[in-house]
């Protein structure tokens, strides 16, 4: 620390430490060590004509230390431009993913790959591909100073896109007959040009009753060259569970200055039955987090919800990886996120239907980064299903034990310690046979369990009794239990 603390400096304009540059300190740490800082810090100042030094209360730890300025270039790039991130909570730990020239990328953690694909708009002349390394900095947080490791996750070979092939100007058709056209207007561009429009239908047998009572709710906006509607549609699907409508064979016409072209939109927006149906449908556009198309059936579903980023759905195991990133509120510790559904059916007669809904709902809570999906797996020693009084009566009879691997842990009286957890499944000789923490777990969703401990099995040369106890004890759902020796405790209780 005494090498590092040569870098430092004091501007008491600012009041504020300063470090400069230096690798010095940096020949004692490990090689992927590229910055260091210290934490619990006291710093004291002496001004001019004073003899007893000031302590500066407002810092209490020094500024990164980094081993080169071409490191802490590459850590400022990851911090613009992060495309992914977790905190280990168990290990102290926290990763992030990016780098330069990585936006339109992600970085999946559950998955572990690189997803998307990314945006380059500084091509150079004679540049035909460009090799872009993803980095991951994983910042360790400890007691008295904390370190950041780098390095490279994977280089990502980008190739410069072709410039595109610009098709003739296409020439206008003869104008449809009125049976073929489901909706026509007039709009007004920004030049204040006047713009014809129509909507055709391009299937030409199908019974287009219904559809006609859709397409009269049509318009056209020149300006984002976009068909919108107008109101909210009248839905007339009699008797079925439907949720929204859309014309999927279509083509738009617009005459200006006499030239007639057809746009390249060749389905109208949705048509939905309420606010609510459409409310859930945006919400999973905002986030989704699972699509899946189903070509014998002529449909595709899509997962997500508002408040649902870190999470992905597997269609193929039907459940959920992940956890989400959740910006919480001042005083809030728990939130409702609902998971919402909609299903797709591709139509054959030029309209395609829509069923949307709410498929689950989870409940986060604060400073917690799991989500336990599904019950609690079955105990082979009862036949029924795990539940919290299988670790015992009082931490006696039991057919599951918590184990911790650490050795014993001792605590003065008012003292907490939390420490990490397995469960085992026990046979009659108490034995450990089985790891089933993930199975045993869910239990204690949504929930921590709070016991305070009575007694406890105490065997010593063969011979077993029963001891008072006098700590109380929370079992936490990130695998881990807090230990608290009552206040009143007496040294040699536990």
């Known amino acids: 620390?005494?090498?590092?603390?040569?870098?430092?400096?004091?501007?008491?304009?600012?009041?504020?430490?300063?470090?400069?540059?230096?690798?010095?300190?940096?020949?004692?740490?490990?090689?992927?060590?590229?910055?260091?800082?210290?934490?619990?810090?006291?710093?004291?100042?002496?001004?001019?004509?004073?003899?007893?030094?000031?302590?500066?209360?407002?810092?209490?730890?020094?500024?990164?230390?980094?081993?080169?300025?071409?490191?802490?270039?590459?850590?400022d790039e990851i911090d613009k431009t992060t495309i992914g991130s977790y905190n280990f909570t168990r290990y102290n730990q926290e990763q992030k993913v990016g780098g330069k020239h990585l936006s339109g990328l992600k970085y999946n953690f559950s998955a572990r790959k690189v997803e998307g694909t990314p945006i380059i708009t500084d091509w150079q002349e004679g540049e035909t591909s460009r090799i872009i390394p993803v980095y991951m900095a994983t910042t360790h947080t400890g007691k008295d100073s904390d370190y950041i490791t780098l390095g490279i996750l994977q280089n990502i070979t980008v190739n410069k896109p072709k410039p595109p092939v610009v098709s003739p100007t296409p020439q206008p058709k003869p104008p449809e007959s009125a049976t073929n056209v489901l909706a026509s207007g007039t709009a007004t561009d920004s030049n204040d040009k006047q713009v014809q429009w129509q909507v055709i239908n391009n299937d030409k047998n199908t019974n287009t009753e219904q559809i006609r009572a859709y397409a009269q709710y049509l318009s056209y906006n020149p300006n984002t060259n976009a068909l919108?509607?107008?109101?909210?549609?009248?839905?007339?699907?009699?008797?079925?569970?439907?949720?929204?409508?859309?014309?999927?064979?279509?083509?738009?016409?617009?005459?200006?200055?006499?030239?007639?072209?057809?746009?390249?939109?060749?389905?109208?927006?949705?048509?939905?039955?309420?606010?609510?149906?459409?409310?859930?449908?945006?919400?999973?556009?905002?986030?989704?987090?699972?699509?899946?198309?189903?070509?014998?059936?002529?449909?595709?579903?899509?997962?997500g919800g508002v408040g649902l980023e870190g999470l992905t759905y597997d269609f193929l195991n039907k459940n959920f990886d992940g956890a989400p990133t959740i910006a919480w509120k001042n005083g809030e510790i728990s939130r409702e996120i609902p998971v919402y559904i909609a299903t797709i059916h591709k139509g054959k007669d030029g309209s395609d239907y829509m069923t949307v809904g709410e498929f689950k709902k989870f409940k986060a809570y604060k400073n917690r980064n799991d989500i336990f999906e599904g019950e609690p797996g079955t105990n082979p020693l009862t036949k029924q299903?795990?539940?919290f009084s299988d670790l015992g009566d009082n931490n006696v009879s039991r057919t599951v034990t918590a184990m911790y691997a650490n050795g014993?842990?001792?605590?003065?009286?008012?003292?907490?310690?939390?420490?990490?957890?397995?469960?085992?499944?026990?046979?009659?000789?108490?034995?450990?046979?089985?790891?089933?923490?993930?199975?045993?777990m869910k239990v204690l969703n949504p929930e921590p369990k709070e016991v305070e401990i009575k007694k406890v099995l105490f065997t010593r040369n063969r011979q077993t009794s029963l001891m008072d106890m006098n700590v109380s004890y929370v079992l936490h759902t990130d695998y881990s239990i807090t230990f608290t020796a009552n206040k009143d405790a007496q040294v040699g209780d536990s």
């Open 385 to 387: 299903q795990y539940k």
């Open 1 to 75: 620390m005494s090498e590092y603390g040569k870098q430092l400096n004091y501007d008491s304009n600012n009041n504020k430490l300063i470090a400069t540059m230096s690798n010095l300190p940096f020949k004692n740490e490990a090689a992927n060590v590229v910055a260091r800082k210290y934490n619990e810090i006291t710093l004291k100042v002496t001004n001019n004509n004073e003899t007893t030094p000031t302590i500066i209360s407002n810092i209490k730890e020094t500024p990164w230390f980094y081993k080169s300025q071409y490191l802490k270039n590459i850590l």
């Open 408 to 440: 014993p842990i001792y605590l003065k009286p008012g003292e907490t310690k939390t420490v990490p957890l397995k469960f085992y499944l026990v046979d009659e000789n108490r034995k450990p046979i089985k790891d089933i923490t993930d199975e045993f």
């Open 228 to 303: 919108t509607m107008t109101d909210v549609a009248a839905f007339t699907e009699d008797g079925k569970a439907i949720s929204a409508r859309k014309l999927s064979n279509v083509t738009l016409k617009i005459t200006k200055d006499g030239k007639t072209t057809e746009e390249n939109i060749k389905e109208t927006p949705w048509f939905f039955k309420d606010q609510n149906s459409q409310k859930m449908w945006d919400s999973i556009n905002q986030t989704t987090i699972g699509t899946y198309s189903f070509a014998k059936h002529n449909l595709e579903q899509k997962v």
